[in-house]
């Protein structure tokens, strides 16, 4: 048995979708180097043991696909719950909206690490909004937008920090909050630890 290194490789699926022809690269790929396949909790595809010496081998295909891969710096994908097309309880798309989103962060370098984001097309907050650094929830007057929310070892519950408001201040909002993370930032941070800093740019909301 070969002692080299093995190594994970990340493909991001934005909104939680699995494109149809990546399926079946990904597939084939594990196939012909055996290799496994987690879809991660933060709902993209990781495919495992792969030996150091294939990494670009291996996502060769795959970015050919047009295929994004997890690197230090991206700005994170946010999970989502299946939404309004899937789910009756659901009152919007919430593919849609983190589309938005990752659209409108698109040029963002260097975003530091540790900062997951959640968005819920309805108040249960399916896809972890309670325990995100940010979560967004549809309501029937907007969305909420909740801070600070963590799960590991000892879990925190998220604040909410916005109510009822419009999807660009949505976006306004996370603006706000992802400059106030890297300002306070050096390296990675979860963001409860910046809720009850002075300066931090958002009142609780009722
Ligand atoms: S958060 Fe609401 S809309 Fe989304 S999957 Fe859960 S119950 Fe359905």
Do not use: W
Not at 94 to 100: E, I, N, V
Not at 175 to 182: G, M, Q, V, W
Request: net charge positive; glycine share 8%.
């Amino acid at each position: 048995m070969s002692n080299e290194e093995k190594v994970s490789i990340t493909v991001l699926l934005p909104g939680g979708r699995l494109p149809l022809d990546i399926m079946d690269t990904a597939l084939q790929i594990a196939r012909k180097y055996n290799l496994g396949i987690y879809l991660s909790t933060l709902q993209n595809l990781r495919l495992l043991d792969v030996p150091l010496s294939l990494v670009d081998e291996v996502k060769k295909p795959l970015a050919a696909l047009g295929a994004d891969f997890k690197a230090a710096g991206k700005f994170p994908i946010p999970r989502v719950c299946v939404g309004r097309d899937h789910c009756k309880l659901g009152l919007i798309d919430t593919s849609d909206l983190s589309g938005k989103i990752l659209s409108h962060f698109a040029g963002r370098k260097n975003t530091k690490a540790k900062l997951k984001i959640a968005i819920a097309a309805c108040a249960l907050g399916c896809s972890g909004i309670g325990t995100s650094d940010i979560g967004i929830v549809a309501t029937r007057n907007g969305y909420d937008v909740y801070a600070g929310g963590k799960g590991g070892t000892h879990p925190k519950s998220s604040r909410r920090i916005r109510k009822d408001v419009s999807e660009d201040e949505v976006i306004r909002t996370l603006d706000t909050l992802i400059e106030f993370h890297d300002l306070k930032t050096a390296t990675k941070q979860r963001m409860y630890k910046l809720l009850d800093d002075p300066d931090f740019p958002f009142a609780e909301t009722e």
